[in-house]
């Protein structure tokens, strides 16, 4: 298979990349109704509605800020202003959302955490989102720089360049069944799966962008990472707690 990977249909070309995004909310929001049929949910159905209206205005805004701030000395030109407005990432979604189900939970007086349903649809949804990124090779910024090693692959150019994409659909599928175990099990407090998986994502996401080949950066960290850094920040307590009983348990 040649990535870019861009089959056709009848002679028509197919935006795999676009065809997996859809598939991606859809099966990932088909499990997360699953998973509530299964659940104990103590969150009501119109508080549950509320909280992923949040979510998604939060997720949209927060996708293309920082779509935007990966570069944000663009050239304001016609084609660089239409490109701006396509563009959107991942990590602005998730912590987006994040401040956008906050912001709901307060504005309907809604006290107990609700994440912990929407963990592993969201690993799910990343994951077949991030099929779609790699199968488009260097059509989308989700390739890393050039490198001599055996992981590199050609993504496009000719070039060998560390595959981020596929390092990220391994890193998801251990993420979500060691998180699946912890949800299963039920021993963990309210709320603590959805903290785990932002800790872990995100600090695997900072990493991985020392192999991305980015242009703008702020005290030598890109957007991202910075955006990565708030986010450890803000579970500081979280991280810290887990630390401390990992001590206790030495």
Known sequence: MIIPFEPSLFGVNINIHLIL?????????RYYVFLRKKS???????DRLSIILGAAIGALVGSRVMG???NPLVDLSNASLITLLNTKTIMGGLFGGLMGVELTKKIIGEKHSSGDLFTLPIIVGIF??????FLSGINEFTYGVFTDSFLGMDLGDGQKRHPLALYELIFLLVLFFGLRKVYQ??????GDVFKYFMILYFGFRFFMEFLKPNVFYVVGLSSIQILCL??????YKT???????AGQKI
Do not use: P, W
Request: glycine fraction near 6%; include cysteine; charge should be positive.
């Open 230 to 235: 708030i986010c450890l920040l803000y579970y």
């Open 185 to 190: 099990s039920g021993n963990y407090v309210r």
């Open 21 to 29: 995004e859809y598939a991606a909310f859809f099966i990932a929001f």
């Open 239 to 245: 991280i810290l707690k887990f630390f401390r009983n």
């Open 128 to 133: 077949i989102g991030r099929i779609g990124c």
């Open 68 to 70: 935007f701030l990966e």
């Open 40 to 46: 104990n949910d103590v969150i009501s159905q119109n």
